[in-house]
């Protein structure tokens, strides 16, 4: 039998303050930053037009920049980078048609060079308040249904637990996209809730250990029957989430660009969800059982 | 092998024959190249192509268009079903230009999503979806009528001081002074006279049956372009209904043979009118004017009978007058039509995203494999069994649902790949466990299973639920990454319980078994 992590007896509880802090300044930022500059929005929610163009011949942005500004187009442009240096993002808006404003751009002031279009996505400022919408709609909505399936299948300290560790993960990734300079896309919304999907799912494995465990240590101590169940699930824990990731990071390496900003942010989730799994979802839960007991008056800890 | 176990043998075994009978025609159309495919028969080929899993746009190239049906200036039984009319002729637009597989579809309450495979010309599919193509025949005011009309113009507009830019030498004749023919304006003054005639309470001015309309750009007089302002009269004599066939021809303006333009045949009723009309009003001119552009406007010499006219003018080429030929043979749309979202993906990203998809995922897929089988050595090959036998049900239900692949698709599953393994991880520690307790093997496996499966049911039940919201709210790709990622963790609910739960029985049930290889 090859193992890793099996009897291990690490005291993860005893950690939790530190745990609290680390997270809950993450958290603070995070919601500082969204709340005052924001994250950067794509196409899908500002309204506006990304294209992504491939050049007959390299040319250097800044001429590119040049020749789209003579034209009266203000493009905020990205040259790609590895072998892909023809190739460029493009992000603004125009009265015309897209395409042909650049095409002609290129044609006037950057003789011999052809332009080949990639990808075009054009959405009106309606369609982008509609997709914006339906994204928040759809992100509260299915946080909702967790936390009401979780309150049904759990009691209250644990499904608070969840649900904690569940916003924690969506706001670090989502700090982590904001820190990197990454775009809010709609596939990236598609990321965030399946990290939303994937942290309950972990978080629920250790919970119901806790819950097997606090019945038969009824002796012991409310912490240490938690770090036996944490313990006890933490090979599974890992392995589950080094497969994750390793699916993951084969995405963010070779998915291509497309898929880049939506792999990266499940790289950021599965890591921050395995974490949180321990140090948010069961921390919290163990501290309202604590103030719980000392309601009831039981003797605390 | 007990009877229960022999059921299950034999589930496993003919969902696994039917999902490769399903897979069957995916494999044969993808296995050809589009050379081969062009050779097969069409009909078999549309059959073929029918079964087989489809390539979302951003994997096989495409132009996806939303168009918003503007129903503002319909009465209220116009714009009843103006939405539902404006989807079908612009189904029959698409239809007659020759896309493959095109999808439209009615999306809300006056909007129409248009998905076209495979197309490269963007700008001539946007020009021929979104025309409206309202073809009207309106008879122009007589040189008389013209020359007052102008002339009222040019005094209400002095007498309110407005000129066209600084030029105070057109103080008098604000308008006119740009024409350098009747009507006639160049290039450079068009912008100028364009506001002239935007001024507030112009309209005011203007008899009731009476309007201006611009000609057809490019227009070119004694040596100069430009375009014509024309005064015609409001009510039309014909209009499109009239139309029963159009066809693009070269030779259909005598001063230029060479240019291509548009024949029009008419419907008998049509016909009667048309003779009518021209019979009644010869040595006038009768404009034909489309989206209230004027595209010429010929001399009535004579009663024409025969009902035939034509569309030509400077800028037709032989690619417009084929799709003004189709927009009108498909009739007008009943409004306005604008697009309000496109998403194209040229082919060669597609083929690119295939090729990194591709790659990911099989990369992915072998990376979770080697771990697997190191890690949980035969127990592991078992979940990798299952693994397979996931992927493979996963693409049948995608194949036989019609479900289309995107590439947010394709990271569904891989993403499935990583999350399946779980199951089987959840199950294997678990035995681990109950054997290190010190039970028996026998002993362990049953209880592995019973101990794992409620939190494996959990789990399962919370991500589906988030996938079911992303559907619910997902375009096109998003429903995608949705569908994948919902029918894989169905797929693995029965591979990882049922499919390597049956190994293990017959494993163990084969005699004494001294030790586990998990």
Redesign the interface.
Known sequence: ????L?GTDIPFMKFRRFAYIASGLLVAATLGWFFTKGPRYSVDFTGGTLL?V?TSQVVPADRLRHALAAEGVEAELQQMTGESLDEYLLRFRTEG?P??VVQVAVAKHLPGVTV?????????P??GRD?RE??T??VL??LG??LI??GI?YEFKFALGGVAALFHDVLVTLGALMATGREVS??V??AL??I???S??DT??VF?RIR?RSKALRKEKHSRVMDIAVN??L??TV??A??????????F????D??RD??FA?IVGVVFGTYSSVYVASAIALDIWLALDRRKGVAAE | MTRSDQGKLIGVVLVTLVSLWILWPSYTYYSRSPAQRQAMEPAKLAELRKKAIKLGLDLQGGLQLLLEVDKSRLSAAEAKDAVERAREIINNRIDQFGVAEPLIQIEGEDRIAVQLPGLTDRVRAIELIGKTARLDFKLVRSEEEQRLLFQRLDSWLASRGVTPGADTALARTPLTGLMLDQGFIREQDLPSAQQLLATPGLDSIIPADTQLLWGDANEARSGMTGRSLHVLKRTPELTGGSVASAEAQVGLDQTNPGAWGVSMKMTPRGRADFARVTGANVGRQLAIVLDDVVQSAPFIRDRIPSGDASITGGNIDVNSARDLAIVLRAGALPAPVEPIEERTVGPSLGSDSIQSGLTAGLIGTLMVVAFMAIYYQLSGLVAIGALMLNLLYLTAAMAYFGATLTLPGIAGIVLTVGMAVDTNVLIFERIREELRSGRSIHESVRLGYDRAFRTIFDAHSTTLISALFLFQFGTGPIKGFAVTLSIGLLANLFTAVLFTRMIYDWWLGRGKVERLSI
């Open positions: 039998m090859f193992q890793l099996i992504q491939r048609d395409v042909d080949e279009l990639r990808r075009n996505e054009t959405v009106g309606k369609v997709l339906k994204a709609w759809a909505a299915s249904a967790i399936y979780v299948r709609l596939t919304i598609a809730l399946t939303a999907g994937y309950i799912n629920i494995v119901d097997e006890e699930t090979s599974r392995i589950t080094f497969t994750v990731f390793l699916a993951s990071l084969a995405l390496v070779w998915g291509g497309v898929l939506f792999s499940m």
